[in-house]
């Protein structure tokens, strides 16, 4: 759904607290995101004391505040996210029904399920860590230079919040991430294991809910590689801790 801003996060190992907790699974249990619906985008989510607000950004419908108790399951499914079978739990026919209107389609929302852990092998590292219901890898990292050298080749410039990162940083040259191995923010080291390859989810306008030609387009035209469009870098956390905005950022 839309994206949150936050000044400071919890890093933990499956990633941010909250980030990416919750997921909208079709009727076989099947993970939906917005390169299947789009207007996915247009959800507005916060989070509050008591759980999840959704709200519809173009003011179509009320909002939804969702209760959301970890010792009360409603029910406990099995739901799929790419090659990965995992139990999440259930949060009720009310949040069922209104993201359904939403999509115009029969829907589900989920949230992860503790005791039933999802795992990422870390091949080079000789060990699995566990994480969320992130596409891959628990962190991304983007930078502003990146970006910037992007919307100078762009007819129409783009934000970052095309590219949905966890963590954006300023003040690098452009794609100097590229060579990056470890970093350390504020007090917590993260490991970057590999360039995050780019989907039809970047031509995504999130004002709009559509998606569009660009920016893959033209990311392809100078940063396709063998491995795919180029943008961001995937990261582990190495520890746990709080991170801040405006921290400094320090190349390991």
């Not at 940063?223 to 709080?242: P, T």
Request: glycine residues 8%; charged residues 30%; contains cysteine.
């Amino acid at each position: 759904m839309s994206g949150i801003s936050v000044y400071e996060a919890e890093v933990r190992e499956r990633g941010l607290n909250g980030d990416r907790f919750a997921m909208v699974v079709d009727e076989t249990g099947k993970f939906i995101t917005q390169r299947e619906f789009p207007e996915l985008a247009l959800i507005g989510t916060q989070l509050i004391a008591s759980g999840l607000r959704l709200y519809d950004r173009k003011g179509r419908w009320d909002e939804l505040i969702i209760a959301i108790d970890s010792e009360s399951p409603i029910l406990s499914v099995d739901v799929k996210i790419w090659n990965d079978q995992v139990m999440a739990r259930t949060v009720g026919q009310e949040a069922d029904d209104w993201l359904s209107r939403c999509l115009g389609k029969s829907v589900r929302l989920v949230i992860m399920n503790d005791t039933s852990p999802r795992i990422l092998k870390l091949a080079d590292q000789g060990h699995h860590i566990e994480v969320s219901f992130a596409d891959e890898f628990p962190y991304l990292l983007t930078s502003m230079a990146s970006l910037e050298s992007l919307n100078r080749k762009l007819a129409a410039p783009v934000d970052m919040r095309h590219f949905r990162p966890n963590l954006v940083i300023a003040g690098s040259s452009a794609f100097e991430e590229d060579s990056w191995k470890m970093i350390q923010i504020g007090t917590i080291r993260f490991k970057i294991c590999k360039p995050c390859e780019r989907c039809m989810v970047v031509n995504v306008d999130p004002d709009e809910g559509v998606r569009k030609r660009e920016p893959l387009k033209t990311l392809a035209s100078f940063r396709k590689r063998s491995g795919g469009i180029l943008f961001g870098q995937d990261l582990v956390a190495l520890e746990s801790g709080v991170i801040r905005v405006g921290e400094e950022v320090v190349l390991l």
